[in-house]
T-cell receptor, first 113, second 112 residues
Framework: NAGVTQTPKFQVLKTGQSMTLQCAQD?????MSWYRQDPGMGLRLIHY???????DQGEVPNGYNVSRSTTEDFPLRLLSAAPSQTSVYFC????????????FGQGTRLTVV | DAKTTQPTSMDCAEGRAANLPCNHS???????VYWYRQIHSQGPQYIIH???NNETNEMASLIITEDRKSSTLILPHATLRDTAVYYC?????????????FGKGTRLSVIA
């Protein structure tokens, strides 16, 4: 098992550019989520999904889109990057209804200039 | 609003037990206490979780008070590799729509 894989690990964008952060898991987890972490802060939930075709907003969804067409993948799209979106992004997955641990990817460090 | 309260930082001598407190005075009957840690800038790592009984695994022990309003995570023999930010989270388990909500956690520094 590879666990939760995020790509890319590092990215620099110019203001106004768009990009997609990729997240894939091979554990057949129903639940996937995206967080952002700013310097010195805890993780804040952006969007989450409880299964293919189902997504919902978290605490800080503005400026981000998600979709879940397969169980394995949960991409995060930035439509028009802004400097305020400079952050480290983490993807996580877990079983929906077993109350067990969530697995996190190693993060994508995004800088918007 | 944060559902848990943790000290901002703590120090622990290498080889000694690290006891990390967490206050969750408004916890509901169906909410579990979860602990995660984040080493440097890596993705968070699950440590342990419990409802009302004390729990132990290969990483740590979780002691929950009888009234469930507070808990303590115990790392029995802290090493330098345990230096990390530790997050205490309350969450309804076995519920598909309940995400993990992180606070600011406790920064534990293990000192040689």
């Amino acid at each position: 098992n590879a666990g939760v894989t995020q790509t890319p690990k590092f990215q620099v964008l110019k203001t106004g550019q768009s990009m997609t952060l990729q997240c894939a898991q091979d554990m057949n987890h129903e639940y996937m989520s995206w967080y952002r972490q700013d310097p010195g802060m805890g993780l804040r939930l952006i969007h989450y999904s409880v299964g293919a075709g189902i997504t919902d907003q978290g605490e800080v969804p503005n400026g981000y889109n998600v979709s879940r067409s397969t169980t394995e993948d949960f991409p995060l799209r930035l439509l028009s990057a802004a400097p305020s979106q400079t952050s480290v992004y983490f993807c996580a997955s877990s079983y929906s209804n077993r109350g067990t641990e969530a697995f996190f990817g190693q993060g994508t460090r995004l800088t918007v200039v | 609003d944060a559902k848990t309260t943790q000290p901002t930082s703590m120090d622990c001598a290498e080889g000694r037990a690290a006891n990390l407190p967490c206050n969750h005075s408004t916890i509901s009957g169906n909410e579990y206490v979860y602990w995660y840690r984040q080493i440097h800038s890596q993705g968070p790592q699950y440590i342990i979780h419990g409802l009302k009984n004390n729990e132990t695994n290969e990483m740590a022990s979780l002691i929950i008070t009888e009234d469930r309003k507070s808990s303590t995570l115990i790392l029995p023999h802290a090493t330098l590799r345990d230096t990390a930010v530790y997050y205490c989270i309350v969450r309804v388990a076995y519920s598909g729509n309940t995400p993990l909500v992180f606070g600011k956690g406790t920064r534990l520094s293990v000192i040689a």
